[in-house]
């Protein structure tokens, strides 16, 4: 198909365009967008590349914070020491995920606001409590939790003028530990069937503080709250993890489709809820 390419180099045009086109569909890294084009699922004839706007791009640290630009790479972000020592479960989701060709041009920002319920990222990020920051064609900025950006299949908050900015994330305690495990079908370069994820903080042998992402056993990414609840105050042991995953188990709602059976999925949460915590608590420097 044929269709306008606009490659703008700021923000401010950026959002511009889209407000005058109002049929216009951004685009930064393209592994998702142009995919839906061939597929004919999407049909835009307009797109507005993000790519030549450097302020989209890179990773920062401010004080206790770590700014990941929307734009960011994928690969980049795989490569960065930063992420691998704060965040290792976002650096095992990545990976795992896709090529080395795709991840040195598929953007986070991308990713994320594909709003697949299998977005390898997602979990991860859920876990490290992100937040997103937005800004519309006013240039007035606001900031989402994470948790509260996925509204549906493929559905977010943002508006149809509005861009993501960038997450925000907090650095860890030195109690904590984190991972991310993904069940597929093939062993390399496939979508999860089911992906975990699990930030713990320990206070000697109770868990002080957990968080639990899950990826394609819902409509979107989701955090596992009953879960952490039970898990809050408890001492780490494997019999209360297997508890764990059977309220996981219970909490999230897959359904059957090519990826797998409803049936399954959930029993693969109820052994990863395990296995995960139990990389995470390895990780943690004692």
Not at 45 to 58: A, C, D, E, Q, V
Request: glycine residues 6%; hydrophobic residues 40%; proline residues 3%.
């Amino acid at each position: 198909m044929k269709f306008k390419y606009f490659k703008p180099t700021s923000i401010e045009e950026a959002l511009t365009l889209k407000s005058v086109y109002s049929e216009s569909k951004f685009v930064a890294g393209g592994t998702d967008v142009f995919v839906l084009i061939k597929k004919k699922v999407i049909n835009p004839p307009i797109l507005i590349s993000l790519r030549n706007i450097p302020s989209l791009n890179g990773i920062e640290e401010s004080n206790d914070k770590i700014i990941i630009k929307s734009g960011t790479t994928l690969r980049e972000i795989e490569k960065s020491e930063l992420i691998q020592k704060n965040f290792p479960a976002l650096y095992d989701a990545l990976i795992n995920m896709a090529s080395v060709q795709i991840r040195n041009v598929g953007t986070i920002g991308g990713n994320i606001c594909n709003a697949s319920p299998a977005a390898d990222t997602a979990s991860p990020m859920l876990i490290y409590d992100a937040k997103v920051k937005v800004i519309d064609f006013k240039l007035n900025e606001k900031i989402y939790d994470l948790k509260d950006f996925f509204t549906g299949v493929k559905k977010t908050v943002l508006g149809e003028n509005e861009l993501l900015l960038e997450f925000i994330l907090h650095r860890n305690s030195k109690n904590c530990g984190s991972a991310y495990y993904k069940f597929m079908k093939r062993k390399a370069m496939d979508l999860a069937n089911v992906g975990v994820a699990i930030k713990l903080e320990m206070d000697k042998k109770k868990i002080k503080d957990v968080r639990v992402g899950l990826s394609t056993v819902a409509p979107t990414p989701i955090r596992a709250f009953k879960t952490e609840e039970f898990l809050k105050g408890k001492e780490f042991s494997e019999e209360i993890l297997e508890q764990a995953g059977e309220i996981a188990k219970n909490e999230c709602s897959p359904i059957d489709d090519i990826r797998g059976l409803a049936w399954h999925k959930r029993e693969i949460v109820k052994v990863y809820v395990k296995r995960v915590s139990l990389i995470a608590y390895k990780r943690i420097k004692q």
